[in-house]
């Protein structure tokens, strides 16, 4: 992105999210462009960047550093799987005039970073660390998980929804003290293949925990225990086992013929094999990745989930209220076509920009 483009996606993100009491910064790592910081990590080291504040991730080609916040801040990046080119990776066009994502290596959230949220940014590790909640990720994407790892911190009002996660990615809370998670919503994500979701009765015996309307793979070496657990898709072909230990689980849909589920299990779907469900039969491989998991027509995923108000959802990522947006675009307007001549006549005043818009909301 040009310095130019830059600006313009700086400016439609500002008048859509600045206000008179906090201020939006800009973070980029691209040689040539003005900005408020190079790395993230410089932001919140900042004493100008206040709780309340934004930080725009922009679009580059190096990965930023990681780092460790305990500030609330608003944090928002493009979104991912744009580029087109990109090995296994084929991108949603027509969604952001940049290609690029802004990839954050990995995050760790100390005390004080309570009431931050985190939109459109690809990252690799998650640790939610010493805060102690009051998080909200929504369309991001993550080569490595979101980790909730330290012990005696008591974890409540997480919630992790319309994301994509990489094959063998997680959502641990492997060392928290037991019964300390709860408020935790993880609904509406794609869980690209098999995944490691420690979940278990060491650290989830609070209550309120949800993970609803998800397209998954299948889980290893940890069960979902006291969760609430409907309306999700569940690919994996043989019995995941008992999964889903003193859990409410309702109308879900699971490739195995055999899943194991407790006796108050209703309205579930056992032996749907995903070659029926999905728009892609994940053979021809046609679309982007997250693209790939809607539902076909005819899918017996339509409109098979819980009834709340006389509402029946779809089951799955793309289902409910609030379904998953392909590419993590934040709701925010972007800059879906933008032209500018790469050069103008030696004492021309002016140039012409065409640019286009549309609201994400």
Known sequence: ??????????????????????KIWRVNNNTGVARDFAQPGNAVASASVLNGDTIHIEPSLTNYSGFSSNKRLVWIGP???????????????????????????????????EGSRFMGIYF??????????????????????????????????????KCFFNHNCSINAVAASPGSVSGLVIENN?????????????????GGNIFRNNTCGWFRGGILYGFYVANNIFTF????????????????????????????????????HFNSVFIDDFVNAVGSIDHRFML?????????????????????????????????????????????????PQGQATMSVQLSTRNNN
């Open 1 to 22: 992105m040009n310095q130019l483009a830059s600006f313009i996606l700086f400016l439609v993100c500002t008048i859509a999210t600045g206000n008179v009491h906090a």
């Open 79 to 113: 979104g991912y799987f744009l580029a087109s080119g990109i090995a296994f990776e084929p991108a949603n066009t027509g969604l952001q005039a940049t290609a690029l994502p802004a990839n954050i290596d990995n995050i760790t959230l100390a005390a004080g970073a």
């Open 124 to 161: 690799g590790n998650f640790n939610i660390g010493a805060s102690t909640g009051n998080i909200w990720i929504e369309k991001c994407r993550f080569s490595g998980g979101v980790i909730m790892s330290n012990a005696g911190v008591v974890y409540s009002n997480i919630t992790i929804r």
């Open 190 to 206: 794609i869980f690209n293949g098999d995944i490691f979701a420690n979940l278990s009765s060491a650290e989830f015996g609070s």
């Open 237 to 272: 072909l043989n019995d995941m086992g008992n999964l889903f230990a003193v859990s409410v689980v309702k109308n879900n849909i699971f490739a195995s013929a055999v899943q194991t589920l407790p006796g108050t299990a209703v309205g579930n779907q056992l032996g749907i």
């Open 296 to 344: 076909r027509a005819g899918s017996p995923a339509i409109g098979t989930g819980v009834t709340i108000s006389g509402y029946t959802p779809d089951c799955g990522a793309f289902g409910g209220p609030d379904p998953y947006r392909l590419s993590g675009i934040p709701a925010v307007p972007t800059i879906y076509s933008l032209t500018v001549p790469t050069s103008i």
